[in-house]
C-alpha cells in the first residue's frame, strides 16, 4: 500500500537555525498537509497545500514557516528560526480525492528538537 | 470554529473485552465527516474508521464501529474484544465537508490514551 514518508525522522537543531523538514506523499495525490504535536498534547493542523498553493493555514503557521513543493513529488516545510517551542512532532499527510470526506494519510512523523 | 471534546484522557479494558472511548463536538455546520485516528507508540497517525454526518448507519471496520448521535454531536468508538495490539492513542477528528476541494484540515481531540491488560 502507498505511504507518506517523511525525512529525517529525528532532527536535532539550535535555537534560532533554520530548518527544513521533508515529506514525500501519495503520488496521485492532490492535497498535501502539515501537523504537529507537542509532546502529550493534541495533533494540531499547521497547513494545506493544493494546486502548488496554500489553501488554508492555522494561526500557528507564522511567517517562520513556510511550505513549498519543488518538484513533482517532495513536498517540504521550513521553519525559517527555530524557537524552543518549535519543539514537536511534525506530521506530513495527503489525500487524494476532493471533499472532506477524503481521508488523510499520514506519514511517521519527523520529531524536532530544538535546543 | 468547529471544536473536538475527549473527555476520557486515559481507559483501561482487559483483553478480549469492549470498551467504548467518547468524543463530542460543536459544529453549526450540517454537513460533515468524522474520524478515529489511532496513534501506537511508534507514533504513525493511522485512520481506523470514518463517517459522514449526511448517513444515519454507523460506520463499522471488523473490531471498530461507531455510535453516531448527531443531534446529540457525539461520536463514540466502540472497540470490541480488545487485543494486546488495539492499546495506542486514540484521537476523534472532524473535517468539513464543504472544504473547499478537500483542503482545510483535520480538527482533533485531545486523545484517549487506550491501555490493554492481558
Known amino acids: 500500500e502507498p505511504e507518506v514518508t517523511q525525512t529525517p525522522s529525528h532532527q536535532v537543531t539550535q535555537m534560532g537555525q533554520e530548518v527544513i523538514l521533508r515529506c514525500v506523499p501519495i503520488?496521485?495525490?492532490?492535497?498535501f498537509y502539515w501537523y504537529r504535536q507537542i509532546l502529550g498534547q493534541k495533533v494540531e493542523f499547521l497547513v494545506s497545500f493544493y494546486n502548488n498553493e496554500i489553501s488554508e493555514k492555522s494561526e500557528i503557521f507564522d511567517d517562520q514557516f513556510s511550505v513549498e513543493r519543488p518538484d513533482g513529488s517532495n513536498f517540504t516545510l521550513k521553519i525559517r528560526s527555530t524557537k524552543l517551542e518549535d519543539s514537536a512532532m511534525y506530521f506530513c499527510?495527503?489525500?487524494?480525492?476532493?471533499?472532506?470526506?477524503?481521508?488523510?494519510?499520514f506519514g511517521n512523523g519527523t520529531r524536532l528538537t530544538v535546543t | 470554529a468547529q471544536t473536538v471534546t475527549q473527555s476520557q484522557p486515559e481507559m483501561s479494558v482487559q483483553e478480549a473485552e469492549t470498551v467504548t472511548l467518547s468524543c463530542t463536538y460543536d459544529?453549526?455546520?450540517?454537513?460533515?465527516?468524522l474520524f478515529w485516528y489511532k496513534q501506537p507508540p511508534s507514533r504513525q497517525m493511522i485512520l481506523v474508521i470514518r463517517?459522514?454526518?449526511?448517513?444515519?448507519q454507523n460506520a463499522t471496520e471488523n473490531r471498530f464501529s461507531v455510535n453516531f448521535q448527531k443531534a446529540a454531536k457525539s461520536f463514540s468508538l466502540k472497540i470490541s474484544d480488545s487485543q494486546l495490539g488495539d492499546a495506542a492513542m486514540y484521537f476523534c477528528?472532524?473535517?468539513?465537508?464543504?472544504?473547499?476541494?478537500?483542503?482545510?484540515?483535520?480538527?482533533f481531540g485531545k486523545g484517549t490514551h487506550l491501555i490493554i491488560q492481558p
Open positions: 499527510a495527503s489525500s487524494g480525492g476532493t471533499g472532506g470526506g477524503s481521508p488523510l494519510h
Open positions: 459544529t453549526s455546520e450540517s454537513d460533515y465527516y
Open positions: 463517517q459522514e454526518a449526511y448517513k444515519q
Open positions: 503520488s496521485n495525490h492532490l492535497y
Open positions: 477528528a472532524y473535517r468539513s465537508r464543504n472544504s473547499g476541494g478537500g483542503a482545510d484540515g483535520l480538527t
